[in-house]
T-cell receptor
Framework: DIQMTQSPSSLSASVGDRVTITCQAN??????LNWYQQKPGKAPKLLIS???DLKTGVPSRFSGAGSGTDFTLTISSLQPEDFATYYC?????????FGPGTKVDIK | EVQLVESGGGLVQPGGSLRLSCAAS????????MSWVRQAPGKGLEWVSG??????????AESVKGRFSISRDNSKNTLYLEMESPRVDDTAFYYC????FGSGIFDAWGQGNLVTVSS
């Protein structure tokens, strides 16, 4: 199975801050990488697929980058509605595996 | 609008059985693979099982292989997960997810359904 790691596990930030979350796979997954946002008590929501393709309707302050084993999710200017937990997920192979999540909360 | 509505969760005893359902609407159900993803309370996401659009192929995480069974009825636009001999560590919120043309991109999710395995 492909193992996914994320860092940091949590971070505190202020509205307007630039935030970057990293995700690493333990083997080459090319660009088969998704990012999801999950708010408390809600289902995950797809933000980015193929490492950098923003889903329609997702604000442009979100961006993704990377290929191979190292990926990033960046929020260019954090908004109040962005406080949530973010997960990466590889779809290079089965079983699909998720990172452990990064919780972004208010400083 | 894509909608996925799960039902069938609740309390089940270890060794019992339970069937989850996921009613889909707003898209051509038979064209897309579907998956179940679970989340233990306060924990991360774990992919559980997937099925192709025509139901011909099924896939399982090692943690549930031989105990859970995924199926679908394309005439009813409904996905199922049969849970046999559940264990306490199967306690989780279970989400059905639309797998965009079987790509592994989960582009729509249900609201989640809590399954509690306890005696």
């Amino acid at each position: 199975d492909i193992q996914m790691t994320q860092s940091p596990s949590s971070l505190s930030a202020s509205v307007g801050d630039r935030v970057t979350i990293t995700c690493q796979a333990n083997q080459d997954i090319s660009n088969y990488l998704n990012w999801y946002q999950q708010k408390p008590g809600k289902a995950p929501k797809l933000l980015i697929s193929a490492a950098s393709d923003l889903k329609t309707g997702v604000p442009s302050r979100f961006s993704g980058a990377g290929s191979g084993t190292d990926f990033t999710l960046t929020i260019s200017s954090l908004q109040p509605e962005d406080f949530a937990t973010y997960y990466c997920q590889q779809y290079h192979s089965l079983p699909r595996t998720f990172g452990p999540g990064t919780k972004v909360d208010i400083k | 609008e894509v909608q996925l509505v799960e039902s069938g969760g609740g309390l089940v005893q270890p060794g019992g059985s339970l069937r989850l359902s996921c009613a889909a609407s707003g898209f051509t159900f038979r064209n897309h693979a579907m998956s179940w993803v679970r989340q233990a309370p306060g924990k991360g996401l774990e992919w559980v099982s997937g099925i192709t659009g025509n139901g011909g192929r099924t896939y399982y995480a090692e943690s549930v292989k031989g105990r859970f069974s995924i199926s679908r009825d394309n005439s009813k636009n409904t996905l199922y997960l049969e849970m046999e001999s559940p264990r306490v560590d199967d306690t989780a919120f279970y989400y059905c997810a639309k797998d965009y043309f079987g790509s592994g991109i989960f582009d729509a999710w249900g609201q989640g359904n809590l399954v509690t395995v306890s005696s």
